[in-house]
């Protein structure tokens, strides 16, 4: 894919959706460290429905050790894995509060040393809590880099570079979130919505659907 047709697909993107976000809800960048170990092979919707209930009750790291792994588990219950959620969150809290006074950190490297935290996870504290120009990638971004021609690669790592080094500037900073909601919405895994897709005639995937 040339360079003009990217600029011409995240134009189309930013022009359909100018302030994408992500669909977690969070009021602070600790709430959003939680959601985004809490949305792991989960819904955004279940995890929104979690901590719609547990954020009032405990949404610093000093109070979700105060309110203990057990009450956190019960508060998280519904959500796929949540027992090794759970614990990863309670040792994520104990090292914000020994090493960053209780404050999440803005970069990748203290993001990563945090338990479930991995590049994915910090990717998008980054981007989304302190405006970084990191790209996330997810099932949804690799399968929509890829099906689309966007930034091909065999792995989550490659697609991410691809995106860094082909996505035009001004798009970097929300390219993650174009890129999710389009393969989540229309660019589907088993049947996309091509007739519905705003980049259809820009995209270079063979098998479109009718």
Not at 140 to 157: C, Q, Y
Not at 171 to 190: E, N, P, T
């Amino acid at each position: 894919m040339n360079h003009a047709k990217r600029q011409e697909i995240f134009t189309r993107f930013r022009a359909a959706r100018p302030h994408p976000k992500t669909e977690l809800e969070y009021r602070t960048p600790f709430e959003l460290l939680v959601a985004v170990i809490l949305s792991a092979q989960a819904t955004d919707v279940s995890v929104n429905a979690a901590t719609k209930i547990l954020f009032p009750v405990a949404n610093t790291p000093q109070a979700l050790l105060d309110l203990g792994e057990e009450k956190l588990r019960e508060h998280v219950q519904r959500i796929g894995l949540y027992q090794t959620k759970s614990k990863h969150i309670m040792q994520a809290c104990r090292m914000l509060l020994e090493k960053n006074g209780g404050t999440v950190p803005q970069t990748r490297e203290e993001l990563e040393a945090l338990p479930g935290v991995g590049r994915k996870t910090a990717n998008v504290i980054l981007n989304t809590a302190f405006g970084q120009p990191t790209i996330a990638v997810d099932t949804h971004v690799f399968r929509v880099a890829n099906r689309t021609g966007i930034a091909p690669g065999k792995d989550v790592l490659e697609v991410e570079n691809k995106l860094l080094k082909l996505v035009p500037d001004e798009f970097k900073h929300d390219a993650h979130h174009w890129l999710i909601l389009h393969g989540r919405y229309v660019c589907q895994a088993r049947k996309p919505k091509c007739p519905q897709c705003l980049i259809m005639d820009l995209c270079e995937y063979p098998e479109k659907t009718a």
